[in-house]
């Protein structure tokens, strides 16, 4: 069985499944709060522990395998990340899980996502712009959540290969006196404004305070992530003219920032967006100027406007390219030491009981 995991700052969606020849099927599927635990370990106990009594089966011994994307960067096999409060290392979490390190993978979420797109159905992606596709070119991904994720997607001369960034670190490049203006004001707050502040959950309420800081909603006494529900449920609603001007300003200035990305990967696969934030404003993107945003970058909007871009609408998409790629990295490993072994075999034909 392959475990695997979707880890984000506020949610983790963690799932077992089976192998079904070259594919994967779903066994069991939980969500958890990041918050309410204390370590990654800690949630994937209690989730085995439910999974165990719901299906009746113990889960000892059985884990083949283990693939998480993680919404961070993984350096060295370890987790450097601002909104996940673990300390989290492949080594530690292999340990933990009883596994084989070389059967555990340990990526960024946006990476996961992108392997996971092959693994969708067609009806689980909205196209945004047709645009004129190139079967071999490069692509890219962008999703707004809790933070800013974004990653470039190579094609390597034979297939798709994903690579993380950490784009949501960048700059925040404003575009506009109004967007300079914004620019000066987040400046007296924070010491640098990354893009990851504009465009993460928590970016809505800066909008909101910049536009008109006499209007304030109940949510403004908490952590500015948790305005972004209300005020995009005003916006959509239209119950507040400032709400609904923070929205349409916050699709423009995310469309272009998407274009920036089309731009330094040159994706004329294709660009895909992700994220519990799109999906939730969908009704409204769709209507609004987002690919007008995302194409008007002076002499190269002709290119950026035929680029495909599409929203990926199934949000398991990042727990399918986990678990592919734990399913993939160890079957390769157990190729690997089924070659050794039948390589001592052969130099030696008394050691054909050998196991390694």
């Known amino acids: ?46 989730f085995l522990y439910e ?23 993984v350096v060295d096999g370890r987790l450097v990340a601002n909104n996940i409060p673990w300390d989290l290392t492949a080594p530690a979490l292999a340990a933990k899980l009883s596994l084989n390190p070389e059967h555990l993978v340990l990526i960024n979420d946006l990476v996961a996502t992108a392997y996971g797109l092959v693994h969708l159905a067609p009806q689980d992606f909205l196209v945004l712009n047709p645009g004129v596709p190139q079967f071999n070119g490069n692509q890219a991904l962008i999703a707004a959540g809790t933070g800013l994720g974004e990653a470039m997607i190579f094609w390597d001369g034979r297939q798709h290969r994903a690579s993380p960034s950490e784009g949501g670190s960048a700059d925040f490049a404003p575009r506009t006196e109004r967007e300079i203006q914004l620019l000066r004001f987040l400046k007296r707050r924070l010491p640098r404004v990354p893009c990851e502040e504009i465009f993460s959950g928590r970016g809505f309420r800066k909008f909101h305070e910049f536009l008109d800081p006499a209007v304030v909603h109940p949510t403004f006494v908490l952590p500015e992530s948790a305005s972004a529900s209300e005020i995009t449920h005003n916006a959509l609603t239209g119950e507040c003219p400032v709400c609904v001007e923070v929205l349409d300003w916050w699709i423009d200035a995310f469309g272009a920032e998407a274009g920036n990305l089309a731009l330094r990967v040159l994706a004329y696969g ?73 390589i001592l075999v052969e130099l030696d034909p008394a050691r054909k009981d050998f196991v390694r």
């Open 1 to 46: 069985m392959i475990l695997a995991g979707d880890i984000g700052g506020t949610k983790c969606n963690v799932a077992v499944f089976e192998e079904s020849g070259a594919a994967l099927r779903l066994v069991a599927k939980r969500r958890f709060a990041t918050g309410e635990y204390g370590s990654l370990e800690e949630l994937l106990e209690r």
């Open 51 to 73: 999974c165990s009594r719901e299906i009746g089966t113990r889960f000892d011994g059985r884990i083949e395998a283990a693939g998480f994307g993680v919404a961070g960067a």
């Open 270 to 342: 294709g660009v895909y967006f992700a994220g519990g934030i799109v999906l939730k404003i969908l009704y409204r993107l769709q209507k609004s100027n987002f690919c007008q945003a995302f194409a008007d970058k002076g002499p190269l909007s002709s290119v950026l406007s035929n680029i495909p871009i599409s929203v990926v609408l199934n949000e398991d998409a990042p727990l399918l390219g986990a678990a592919y790629q734990a399913f993939a990295t160890a079957s390769a490993s157990t190729r690997a030491d089924n070659e050794r072994h039948e």
